[in-house]
């Protein structure tokens, strides 16, 4: 999908559904995200790892929000290992992996792509990157491992920053 917000008949920017859920632009990321049913996984992971906090704050925050379906391409016991207690530090390295600080809405992300000669290098909470490209007019992220996610919901705003929903968890570097 082309990342560009979706607009109503005065062309405001208007905020997508987001499984299933309105998306509102005055509540956080976390407060959204709750209500999607795409997200349930990624909500009960946060939750696992203790960053809700975190991402209750001030932010801005870019959060590439993996989806349910997104989680089930991984092997088979990885999110349920991932957490139990004793992971909540690679818990917490993924996750983190998974969000960029400041606000990169897609016009902003689209420049960094054209800046860099087609691709865009981000930096992520982690401190691990993330590398972006457009691909067949979709965004592309791409981990540290080389697996690559779809950005197939672009520009979800919050209060505290931006989200933009992926086909694919993203995996830091070892």
Not at 46 to 73: I, M, Q, R, S, Y
């Amino acid at each position: 999908m082309p990342m560009e917000p979706a607009t109503t008949a005065d062309s405001a920017p208007q905020n997508p559904m987001v499984g299933g859920a309105p998306m509102y632009a005055d509540k956080d990321i976390v407060d959204n995200a709750v209500n999607s049913a795409d997200h349930t996984t990624l909500v009960a992971a946060v939750k696992a790892a203790e960053l809700v906090d975190t991402l209750k704050g001030p932010g801005p925050f870019t959060v590439f929000a993996p989806t349910n379906a997104a989680f089930e391409k991984l092997p088979a016991g990885t999110v349920d290992k991932l957490v139990t207690p004793e992971m909540k530090p690679d818990l917490t390295k993924v996750l983190t992996y998974h969000v960029v600080p400041g606000k990169v809405d897609a016009a902003t992300l689209t420049s960094q792509i054209q800046a860099g000669n087609g691709s865009a290098t981000l930096t992520t909470v982690q401190g691990g990157t993330l590398t972006a490209n457009v691909v067949d007019g979709n965004v592309i992220v791409t981990d540290a491992k080389g697996n690559k996610a779809t950005v197939t919901t672009a520009d979800v705003m919050q209060s505290n920053g931006v989200i933009h929903v992926i086909d694919t968890v993203l995996m830091p570097g070892a």
